[in-house]
């Protein structure tokens, strides 16, 4: 018997926008210049918030916080993509497509503040809290996807996660169980390049991740994550697949610009070159250049959005503080059960009254 | 000579004397290599020991897995969970796998490897990064479990830890990474796995505590009207049941102190064995002063949810007036 090739692949890349913001016109989507705004005015959001949370732990005011900074067009473009029905399914470092959504900064800022308060969501929101376990939540994303196939519906769910998840089992299981059982489920890689400190070269010796969905017999694109109107593009078209029940990995490409956490020094493991690097493929300079070519943006409306941001986000932050300062630290015993069970209700009664928890 | 190092410090050194001593030694996991660790406690290392230091792919089944693997080949694996929450992602491996390698193979193979992971609340950490899940690997038959409470014990109980036949995971709490210091041994310093000893000596109450949890007890102690006793028991499995007997034997009275929750927590464990081996002797019930039956909260209801001075002294009180 012959040696016969019995599968080969291929792995397409897109990129609309030039990071000087030239555009291909042939891809270019067709936005209303209303959506167009809207990505910019979200990407911007998001980068401002990162600045001031990041400023408000340094003081104290807030815990470990993860930036997005860098990666807003891999978030917002793909987000922005969602019908309103679909699904969000984040993993930690989610603020800009929270955003997109419709969470509001003060949640954000009081999550980060390690209030439960700013992880509260149901299935009205159509996003679940912030999955902190590295690569978990591509799974609840599958059974969310799985959930509209078997109900024959139309909304599709999405996964966010990074290039160090594609490491982790989960993601393997996510991306194979996705396709087993035909889930209305799309996996949104963010490649910044890093995990923690590992590079992303070091991670896996997969040419690209998109490639991965290859092996699990599903459809894997690889996009520049710093080009919304390619991320948006793309994510569309998975999110039309999926919901045939045909799931789809896309990688974006990006560079986490900031550090890992507030507890994170880059330092350590990169040279400031590179970042200088990526810094001249920023996603929100590219977007603003070309929606300034396209008349969409002025100077005014720019300043104008700058302040109407910095009102927001005095807002948020009065609301995150009014919500740590209105917290019960007895609240923790409610949302354990649908029905406290007697023995803890001794011991919360005991953390009440401040010491016996037999309750004698 | 000793050297005045904090908890991080000590593991660090441990880890590099264990190494230059035995070549089988090699250590991975995440972030540690390059980067030295989150917390840095293996800063250094790779320059040091180049070909037996490894940033590790993300993900704590292949770690703990590959473990398995190393072990079965000879070397002595020694590996960095980056949180202990993130071990339940290897959960599956070290509970099938590196704890039974020995009985399964009749004792054709064993596993010695040595799984370090940082745990335990108070440094205001994120979600998933607070847990205390010393009852659950102890209540695995084959692994060993270890908590340092001080710098001295992180390098005693690392060496014992790395020199052992059979696997072992190792807790370090956060919270004594960098709080504390102390004058730990320079050379050679072993401390035998599974025996306990007695941080205070007292004869009224004998109160267990470990980890973060005895620096806490230790304090609250002074509050309280009574002579107290703690016990330390350094290795969680196998538990020193003697000293804790013999101590309660003298006192009559005990109580457990940990930050993981109340229900089967390991004071659970420890109440049980006093009350079959000093029953007679007991003069009031068995205390416990833990966690509350919850997820750990997020940090803004940490310290609600952590046992502190306050109620550690008030369950003493109770024990005593009894
Ligand atoms: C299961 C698990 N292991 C380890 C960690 C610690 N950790 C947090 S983020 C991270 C790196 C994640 O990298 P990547 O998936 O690329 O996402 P990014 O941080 O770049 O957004 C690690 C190792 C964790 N949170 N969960
Ligand atoms: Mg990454």
């Known amino acids: 018997m012959p040696r016969t090739t019995v ?34 005015r979200t990407m911007r959001r998001a980068r401002r918030l990162d600045e001031r949370a990041v400023a408000l732990q340094r003081r104290g005011e807030l815990g470990t916080y993860a930036p997005g900074t860098g990666q807003e067009a891999a978030q917002v473009g793909s987000a922005a993509a969602l019908a309103e029905d679909d699904w969000v399914v984040p993993a930690f470092r989610e603020q800009a497509a929270l ?39 591509a799974l609840h994303a599958v059974g969310i996807g799985w959930a509209q196939a078997i109900r024959d519906e139309d909304a599709a769910a999405i996964a966010y996660f990074g290039d160090g998840a594609t490491s982790t089992g989960d993601v393997y299981e996510a991306l194979n169980s996705a396709g087993a059982y035909g889930a209305h489920t799309v996996f949104l890689c963010q490649n910044n390049q890093y995990a923690i400190s590992t590079p992303r070269e070091n991670q896996t010796r997969a040419g690209t991740l998109a490639q991965k969905a290859v092996a699990a017999g599903i459809d894997g694109i690889q996009v520049d994550g710093n080009d919304a109107l390619a991320v948006y593009e793309a994510t569309q078209r998975a999110l039309d697949q999926a919901r045939e029940g045909n799931p789809v990995l896309v990688e974006a490409l990006t560079y ?28 929100i300079a590219r977007f603003e250049a070309y929606l300034r070519g396209r008349g969409i943006l002025t100077d005014e409306r720019v300043e104008e959005l700058a302040a109407e941001i910095e009102a ?28 406290t069970p007697p023995w803890l209700e001794r011991q919360a009664a005991a953390s009440r009254g401040g010491g016996d928890a037999d309750g004698e | ?152 014990e992180g390098k005693g109980l690392l060496a014992a830890s790395i020199r052992d036949p059979d696997p072992v995971v190792f807790m ?62 350094r290795t969680i499995y196998p538990l020193d049941t003697d000293t804790i007997t013999e101590s309660v034997k003298k006192t009559g009275r005990c109580v ?18 006093i009350t079959e081996t000093a029953f007679y002797h007991l003069e009031a019930p068995p205390e416990r002063v833990t966690g509350y039956d919850v997820p750990v909260p997020m940090f803004a209801r940490e310290d609600a949810y952590l046992p502190d001075e306050k109620r550690i002294a008030a369950g003493i009180r109770r024990a005593v007036e009894t």
């Open chain 1, 99 to 137: 955003l997109t959504r419709g969470a509001s900064m003060g949640s954000i800022l009081a999550y980060a503040m390690g209030l439960e308060e700013g992880a509260e969501t149901s299935a009205e929101d159509r996003a679940l809290p912030p999955a902190i376990p590295v690569g978990s939540q």
């Open chain 1, 7 to 40: 599968a080969e692949f291929s792995v397409e890349s897109l990129e609309i926008l030039a990071p000087d913001g030239s555009v291909d016109e042939d891809l270019e989507p067709s936005l209303s210049e209303e959506t167009l705004f809207d990505i910019y």
């Open chain 2, 172 to 233: 370090e709490p956060t919270r004594l990474y960098r709080s504390l210091r102390e004058s730990v041994p320079d050379d050679d310093h072993v401390i035998p796995l599974g025996e306990a000893t007695v941080a205070e000596e007292g004869a009224d109450v004998t109160v267990v505590a470990w980890g973060s949890m005895l620096q806490r007890t230790l304090s609250a102690v002074d509050d309280v009207d009574a002579d107290v006793e703690v016990v330390n028991p």
């Open chain 1, 312 to 339: 927001e986000l005095e807002d948020a932050v009065a609301d995150a503080r009014e919500t740590a300062a209105e917290a019960d630290p007895a609240d923790m015993f409610e949302y354990a059960y649908a029905e």
């Open chain 2, 1 to 152: 000579m000793a050297s005045d190092l904090r908890l991080v410090e000590a593991v660090k050194a441990t880890l590099g004397e264990e190494m230059a001593r035995d070549e089988s030694v090699v250590l991975y996991g995440e972030d540690v290599g390059v980067a030295g660790g989150v917390f840095r406690a293996t800063d250094g290392l790779l320059d040091e020991f180049p070909n037996r230091v490894y940033d590790s792919p993300l993900g704590e089944s292949g770690i703990v897995g590959a473990g398995v693997g190393l072990a079965a080949a000879g070397m002595r694996p020694v590996a960095e969970i980056q949180f202990q929450s993130f071990l339940y992602q290897g959960f599956a491996q070290l509970q099938q796998h590196a704890s039974r390698l020995r009985s399964r193979s009749r004792g054709g193979f064993s596993c010695p490897i040595t799984i370090r992971t940082p745990y335990g609340g108070g440094i205001h950490a994120l979600e998933h990064h607070s847990e205390s899940f010393e009852s659950g690997f102890a209540h695995v038959p084959g692994l060993k479990v270890v908590i340092p409470s001080s710098p001295a």
């Open chain 2, 256 to 273: 457990v102190v940990h930050e993981a929750p109340e229900t089967a927590g390991f004071g659970a464990e420890i109440v049980s064995r």
């Open chain 1, 256 to 283: 986490r610009r900031s550090m890992h956490t507030t507890s994170d020094d880059p330092r350590k493991y990169r040279e400031e070159e590179e970042e200088v690097d990526w810094d001249r493929k920023d996603p």
